[in-house]
C-alpha cells in the first residue's frame, strides 16, 4: 500500500507555539490523530492573522479546505509545546498548498508534517476565486 510522502520546503516564514491540553489527548496517553488536525488549523488561522488576513475573510474572500494529507511521525504528550511552521506554495489559479511541520518544541523531535489545499472562495457568490495578487505575491519569494 502506498503512503503518503510528504515533501517539505527549505523555509517556513511563519512559526507559532500550541501548547497540548488533556482535550488533545487520546485513551492511548498520547495526541489523537484527528486532534493533531486541529492542532494544526489553529496554527493556520494564525498564519493568516500573521499576514493580516482572516482564513474566513481573505482579500475579501473566504477560503475553503480542498485537502490535506497528513505524515505522523511520532507520539506527542500531554504538556508538550508543539513549534508549528508554515507557508504557502503551489499557486494555481484559485489556491494554493499551506504546508507545515509541527516538532516538539524543547527537543526539536519532528511529530507530524503535512499540507492543507486551500481554494479561495467567494461566499456572495458561492464559487471558487481567484487567489489574491497580493497574497500571491508575499509568497513568491518563498516558492
Excluded at 516564514?13 to 497540548?20: D, R
Excluded at 467567494?122 to 481567484?130: G, H, K, P
Aim: with cysteine.
Amino acid at each position: 500500500m502506498a503512503r503518503i510522502d510528504v515533501t517539505l520546503p527549505e523555509q517556513f516564514p511563519f512559526s507559532t507555539e500550541i501548547a497540548l491540553h488533556e482535550g488533545h489527548i487520546n485513551y492511548r496517553g498520547h495526541v489523537d490523530n484527528v486532534l493533531l488536525l486541529l492542532v494544526v488549523s489553529e496554527a493556520r488561522q494564525r498564519f493568516f492573522e500573521s499576514i493580516g488576513w482572516s482564513d474566513l475573510e481573505s482579500g475579501g474572500l473566504g477560503i475553503v479546505i480542498a485537502d490535506a494529507a497528513v505524515q505522523y511521525r511520532s507520539e506527542a504528550f500531554h504538556g508538550e509545546t508543539m513549534l508549528v511552521q508554515m507557508t504557502a506554495e503551489g499557486f494555481t489559479s484559485k489556491g494554493c498548498d499551506l504546508p507545515w511541520r509541527m516538532t516538539e518544541k524543547d527537543s526539536g523531535r519532528e511529530v507530524a508534517r503535512g499540507k492543507i489545499g486551500i481554494v479561495f472562495f467567494d461566499y456572495a457568490t458561492r464559487s471558487a476565486a481567484l487567489v489574491p495578487e497580493s497574497f500571491r505575491q508575499r509568497f513568491a519569494i518563498c516558492s
